[in-house]
C-alpha cells in the first residue's frame, strides 16, 4: 500500500530524513515513533505530497508521489498534529466542502457525515461555527473529513492529542476497521502504550535515520515499547 524507497530530505546542511525505506502492507496499522525533530513529520508530509524531497520515491498502491501526486492524494487521507481548518465555515459547511473535493455524492456523503459525526457525539455541533469549536472538537471534524471519501491510506500526525477516552476509542475502531477493508494506516504519535496495543508494525526513527522496524513483537521482543524506544535513543 506505501512504499518509502530511500527517502532523504535536506534543509541546508542538515538532512531532516536520511535514505529512510518502509513498506507498509494493506490491512497494517504502522507506528511512526521517534524523539522530537527526528524526522516523523517531514516524512508524512512527503508521503502526501505536501513537502517536495531531494531524493528517492514514495509510492502510494503502486503509483509515485513525485510523478502522478494528484492519484495518491484521491485515495489517501491526512490528519495533521495541529489541524487548520476553514474557522468562517461551520461544522457541517466543511464536511461538505471535503466531500466537494473529493467527489462524494450527496446522499453517500450525508449517511457518512451522520455516522461519524454520531459515532464521535459531534452531530449537535455541526451547524456551528468552527471558529467556536475547542481543539478536541476541531480534532474530531478533520478526523470524519479524513473518512468522508473512505480512503486506502490514512496518514496521522498524533492523532490522539486532544481527544477525549471515548473519541479515542472510537477512532481506535474506526482504524481496525478501514485495515479490514484492505486500507492501511502510517501514524505517528509519543503514546508509547497506545502505539504498543494498537500497531501490528513499527518504526523508530532518530535524527532523520531508521534505526529499527518490524513487527511490534520483533522490535520490543521480551522488553515494553517504552523500553526499547528509551535504550535506542541513548
Do not use: W
Request: net charge negative; with cysteine; charged share 25%.
Amino acid at each position: 500500500m506505501l512504499k518509502i524507497e530511500h527517502l532523504t530530505k535536506v534543509y541546508g546542511d542538515k538532512k531532516a530524513v536520511d535514505d529512510l525505506s518502509l513498506h507498509i502492507q494493506p490491512g497494517e496499522i504502522y507506528g511512526f515513533i521517534g524523539h522530537n525533530g527526528a524526522g516523523k513529520t517531514t516524512t508524512l508530509k512527503a508521503v502526501t505530497g505536501i513537502l517536495q524531497f531531494d531524493q528517492g520515491d514514495i509510492f502510494i498502491d503502486g503509483t509515485s508521489v513525485r510523478e502522478n501526486p494528484l492519484a495518491c492524494k484521491s485515495i489517501i487521507a491526512y490528519i495533521p498534529d495541529n489541524p487548520d481548518l476553514y474557522d468562517f465555515m461551520t461544522g457541517i459547511g466543511y464536511l461538505n466542502f471535503i466531500a466537494d473535493i473529493f467527489g462524494v455524492p450527496a446522499e453517500v456523503r450525508q449517511q457518512r457525515i451522520r455516522t461519524y459525526a454520531d459515532a464521535f457525539e459531534l452531530t449537535d455541533d455541526l451547524a456551528q461555527p468552527i471558529s467556536a469549536y475547542s481543539h478536541g472538537m476541531k480534532q474530531k471534524l478533520a478526523i470524519i473529513s479524513a473518512l468522508i471519501h473512505q480512503p486506502r491510506l490514512m496518514i496521522m500526525d498524533e492523532p490522539f492529542v486532544g481527544l477525549d477516552p471515548k473519541a479515542s476509542h472510537v477512532l481506535k475502531e474506526l482504524m481496525h476497521e478501514l485495515c479490514s477493508k484492505g486500507g492501511a494506516i502510517f501514524f505517528s504519535t509519543h503514546v508509547l502504550d497506545v502505539a504498543e496495543k494498537l500497531c501490528d508494525k513499527v518504526a523508530i526513527i532518530k535524527e532523520g535515520k531508521l534505526i529499527k522496524c518490524g513487527t511490534m513483537e520483533d522490535v520490543r521482543g521480551d522488553a515494553s515499547l517504552e523500553s526499547v524506544f528509551l535504550e535506542l535513543e541513548g
